[in-house]
Every structure is written in structure tokens, then in C-alpha cells.
């Protein structure tokens, strides 16, 4: 697994290309900084995989929740110094407070919802550290803690990283695929992993706020960017039209085949791109059964990603699978099993023939 940030880097190049003096510095600063944290990341899933995962006790209700100051400091410097331990007082600085009460309610969603304990499903601790590095764009997993910038670089607003439910919901979403199907972060396995993180970023938002399907923005980081730049990060409902450049496919017909190396334009394969092809089948999915997403088609996607796919889950896979799994949770030709065939027939993804669960003609590239 590499670095899963909530900047596109398409985005960020962007602006290092074309941006102001100092939106372009900070943009570069963000590629490079997040360049080094990926092989940290890429380290930590190796030492995993080499020693089986070391599976901590069950501690149902006990994850503690922890927040950090770096105060400025990068990598060396995490997680920092404690400012803020479980069930202290809030902090007089508002984005420990945020860190602290959005980790929170992302773990109430998936105990209450889902029944699963933190993201490991075992009550692992959360770690948040906040304001790392200086004016830095971006928030991410680790593959052992949540890590925030304080913006205000040039393409969030200063703050917004933190504020995000759906953002925070969305990388410590990444942990939960991390400790299950374990998406191959390149090309289209990486895009479902960028994909199941929106999903579960919006379900958490949706749910406290009570908004339902038909309410909902679908965006993800909603007023999180300058807004010069655009609205949001991704559109679930109108892939490609969040902000000035978005260049998130809607369907396969604009599907983009990009290589998978080393070069940011690229993505690791698009993996921030086509996730917008799921994204979509999901929310088109949710839109026709109306209501709660996250009683609807919610539970359905869960499934899918805690116990059908293998890591080289391609979108066809993800199709089948969630068909599968609809038509066992509401019965064949239920509203809810025709809704999710319909969502993937929106974006002209065929299902594989089968459940999905079955794939044995792709090699599992290591991780890179
Ligand atoms: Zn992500």
C-alpha cells in the first residue's frame, strides 16, 4: 500500500504548474514531502505481510482516541506531542477538537452500523496528528495514523482539512480496506480503494448530518478547496465536474488507461481518476432506492469490502460482488438487487460472471 492521500495529484500538479508563486511552492512541497511518507508506508505493509498481520485482542468499546501536535514538524516529528487523550476535555485549538470528534464519529458509524470494532475491527487505537508541516495541502493515512496539514498553501482553505467529516472518514476508511480487502493501490483495484473510501466518506457525513440520498451533495470535501478552484474534491453523482481541471471519468467510455509508475500525473494508475466510474454506480445505486444510503446500499458495499474481494479486485469484480451480495441481502430481483445492477449499467461496467470473489487470471503486483 502507498501513501493514500485525499489531494488528487493531478490537482496539486496543477497548481505547481500554473499557480501563484507560493500555491506553486506549496503544491511542490506537498508532492515531495508525500513522496518520502510513501516509502514509509510501503515499509510498514512489508513488515505486515513478512510477519502474517499481528492480530491484536478484541477490545469492543475501548479504541482510544488520541490527537498529536507535529506543530509544524514533518515526518521525523509524528506523531508529536499528545494534546489531547481519550475522553479529555476539548482543546482550546479547533482542529485538535476536529480531528478528535470526526475520528470519533467515524468509529461510532462503523460500530453502529456495521458492527465492527475501529478500523481493524479489533478496537485499534486511533492516532490524529494535526498541523504537520507548514501551511501543508493535504491529510493522510499512514497505514498507522491519521495525519492533517493546516492548508491554506494554496488549495484548501486554511482549516478545511480537519473540518471534513467526509475527509477524515474518507482516509481512516483506507485503514479499514488495509485490514481487510486490502486493494491493490494502483490502477483499477487502487480505484476502488479510493472508491470504497468516498463511499464510506460520505456515508459517515450522511449519517451525521441525516442527510439522506436524495438530499445529499454528493461531493466529497465540500468547500474544503479554495474556492477559485472549484467546490469540492469529487463529485460521486457528476464525476469529473467538482473543481476546474477535475478530470474524473463519468462511465467506462471515458475510462482513462494510465501507466502505473512512478510519475504523480499518473496516479499509480489513475487511482484518484477512475474512481469516479465506481463512485458513481454507488451513488446512482443509492438515488433510486432513495432514503438512507446507509441502510440501503451502505451495507451492501460493506460487505463487498470487509469479506468478497481479493486485493487485485478489478471493477467488473466490485460489479458482480456487490449484484451478489444485494441479491443475497434483499432477494433476487429485489428493488434494492436491481438498483445496484442498474448503478453499474449507468457507468457501463459489466459484471464479471459469477459473485466476484473469484479472480485468478490477474498476478497481485507487489506494492510499489
Ligand atoms: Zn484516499
Redesign the pocket.
Known amino acids: 500500500m502507498v501513501l ?3 489531494a488528487p495529484p493531478s490537482l496539486l500538479l496543477r497548481l505547481a504548474d500554473a499557480g501563484s508563486r507560493s500555491a506553486r511552492e506549496a503544491a511542490l512541497e506537498t508532492i515531495r514531502v508525500s513522496e518520502r511518507l510513501r516509502g514509509r508506508r510501503i515499509a510498514v505493509a512489508r513488515a505486515l505481510r513478512e510477519q502474517g498481520v499481528a492480530v491484536p485482542p478484541d477490545r469492543p468499546g475501548v479504541t482510544a482516541n488520541t490527537v498529536f501536535d507535529v506543530e509544524g514538524g514533518e515526518e521525523s516529528a509524528l506523531p508529536g506531542r499528545q494534546v489531547r487523550g481519550d475522553g479529555d476535555p476539548p482543546s482550546a485549538d479547533a482542529a485538535v477538537n476536529e480531528a478528535y470528534d470526526h475520528a470519533a464519529a467515524t468509529v461510532a458509524f462503523y460500530r453502529e452500523v456495521h458492527a465492527r470494532e475501529s478500523i481493524d475491527g479489533r478496537g485499534l487505537d486511533l492516532v490524529s496528528s494535526v498541523h504537520f508541516g507548514q501551511r501543508y495541502d493535504n491529510a493522510f493515512w499512514t497505514g498507522e495514523q491519521m495525519v492533517y496539514g493546516d492548508g491554506g498553501g494554496g488549495t484548501f482553505v486554511a482549516g478545511a482539512l480537519t473540518r471534513s467529516l467526509d475527509v477524515i472518514a ?2 481512516l476508511t ?1 485503514g479499514v480496506t488495509q485490514y481487510t480487502a486490502n486493494l491493490v493501490y494502483e490502477a483499477q483495484s487502487g480505484a476502488l480503494n ?1 472508491s470504497f ?1 468516498d463511499v464510506f466518506g460520505i456515508l459517515v457525513k450522511q449519517r451525521a448530518g441525516g442527510i439522506d440520498a436524495a438530499s445529499s451533495d454528493w461531493l466529497i470535501g465540500a468547500g474544503a478547496l479554495e474556492p477559485s478552484l472549484g467546490t469540492a474534491l469529487r463529485s460521486m453523482l457528476a464525476p469529473g465536474t467538482a473543481y476546474s481541471g477535475d478530470d474524473q471519468p463519468a462511465d467506462m467510455d471515458s475510462y482513462r488507461d494510465l501507466p502505473v509508475d512512478d510519475d504523480p500525473r499518473n496516479d499509480s494508475g489513475g487511482v484518484h481518476i477512475n474512481s469516479g466510474i465506481p463512485n458513481r454506480a454507488f451513488a446512482e445505486a443509492a438515488r433510486t432506492l432513495g432514503g438512507n444510503a446507509w441502510e440501503t446500499v451502505g451495507p451492501v458495499w460493506y460487505t463487498v469490502l470487509t469479506e468478497r474481494l481479493r486485493a487485485n479486485a478489478q471493477f467488473a469484480d466490485a460489479a458482480a460482488a456487490t449484484i451478489a451480495v444485494a441479491a443475497e441481502r434483499y432477494g433476487d430481483g429485489s428493488r434494492e438487487h436491481d438498483a445496484v445492477r442498474g448503478g453499474w449499467d449507468a457507468v457501463k461496467v459489466a459484471p464479471t460472471p459469477g459473485d466476484g470473489a473469484q479472480r485468478s487470471s490477474t498476478r497481485r503486483p507487489d506494492p510499489r
Open positions: 493514500c492521500a485525499i474518507h482516509e483506507h479510493e473510501s
